[in-house]
């Protein structure tokens, strides 16, 4: 049985997504234990424990400890299985994260699998909005030879939720290596801007004007599609994604929430200035997807490589969650301004 200690490196809820997927995929049991350590409320939030119930289903784990507030959990998986299944967060706890647990262990299944989510949030802060997964997280794992669709039914924000999301897996006979260490030239900025019943005051609008203006005075033009969106009427709320793509297949994403006293403006902003920081650095992934990608290659055979502009929190802890449960080795190098993270073959 694997023993993992939620306290070390980040000490967050990226600890236990990942520990849950890689026991479901190995097939070995896994004790949890100090689960959020450092973060202000420790233990399992609804949509960690979501997150746990719907891995358990994958796999027929059987479960102890997996209550709210609970800061220690047994997870003891089976066979992974194809099919359909169910979730639901009940908050406004982020459908991206959940699905981030999900994917990697569909990946291993026989068959195709589709996850419906319903009763979250599915552009919360914390976390990637929806749209960055579509656009950003899932062509990048496509190079591994995982084939993933989202479908949004319903938009979901803070504090009520009720977002609806569908992912349909289609597993490869076998995960490739990811490997891009040249940036190469850009060939396009896009992005997606959506609010939720709020039309009447153009905050789609105002947010891709705000991000197209900062962009433009960079000297980068952007095509960003405006979803004026009905899909929610119990919460209204915003998002806007961005993300640039390249003549090497890099695709670098940043991301953007509308809140309240925050301004469309600011909210459009926000995303062009994260996304001219990585343009500035010229990775080949940017500092969210850096740890996204981190199960994959240690999943895949042979060598996976990547830039990375910054070390991040969650970067490093997936690193050392990965070695301590795949027995694979990554190195870390620095190379001019960006970071060289690699996984041995």
């Known amino acids: 049985m694997f023993e993992i200690d939620g306290s070390q490196k980040s000490g967050s809820g990226t600890i236990l997504r990942l520990a849950i997927a890689l026991a479901a995929i190995v097939g070995q049991p896994v004790h949890i234990y100090n689960i959020r350590q450092n973060r202000p409320q420790q233990g399992l939030k ?112 803070f504090p009520k939720g009720m977002g609806e999301v569908t992912m349909i897996v289609k597993p490869p006979s076998q995960l490739k290596p990811f490997r891009l260490e040249t940036f190469g030239n850009i060939k396009s900025v896009k992005g997606v801007s959506v609010c939720t019943f709020l039309a009447e005051r153009k905050v789609a609008e105002r947010q891709v004007k705000a991000a197209s203006a900062y962009l433009a005075e960079k000297g980068y033009t952007a095509d960003i599609h405006i979803v004026n969106d009905r899909s929610n009427p119990i919460q209204k709320g915003s998002s806007i994604a961005l993300w640039a793509e390249t003549d090497t297949g890099a695709v670098l994403g940043a991301d953007a929430i509308g809140q309240l006293k925050k301004t469309s403006e600011a909210v459009g902003r926000e995303a062009a200035e994260k996304l001219y920081a990585e343009l500035t650095a010229k990775p080949t992934v940017d500092v969210h997807l850096g740890d996204l990608l981190i199960p994959y290659m240690a999943l895949a055979e042979g060598v996976s490589a990547f830039l990375v502009r910054t070390l991040s929190d969650h970067l490093e802890t997936n690193i050392w969650l990965a070695e301590k449960m795949l027995n694979v080795r990554f190195n870390v190098k620095k190379v001019g301004n960006l970071y060289r993270i690699e996984k041995g073959g």
């Open 46 to 157: 609804p949509q960690h424990l979501e997150a746990v119930l719907a891995a358990a289903k994958l796999c027929n784990a059987e479960l102890e400890g997996a209550t709210l507030g609970s800061r220690e959990i047994w997870f003891k998986p089976q066979a992974i299985r194809s099919g359909n299944f169910e979730a639901e967060i009940g908050t406004a706890g982020s459908i991206p994260m959940l699905l981030i647990t999900m994917l990697p262990i569909c990946a291993f299944a026989k068959d195709t699998v589709r996850v419906h989510v319903i009763n979250g949030g599915t552009d919360v802060t914390y976390s990637p909005t929806i749209n960055y997964m579509r656009n950003v997280f899932l062509p990048a794992v496509k190079r591994t030879g995982l084939d993933a669709g989202i479908t949004v039914q319903k938009y979901g924000y």
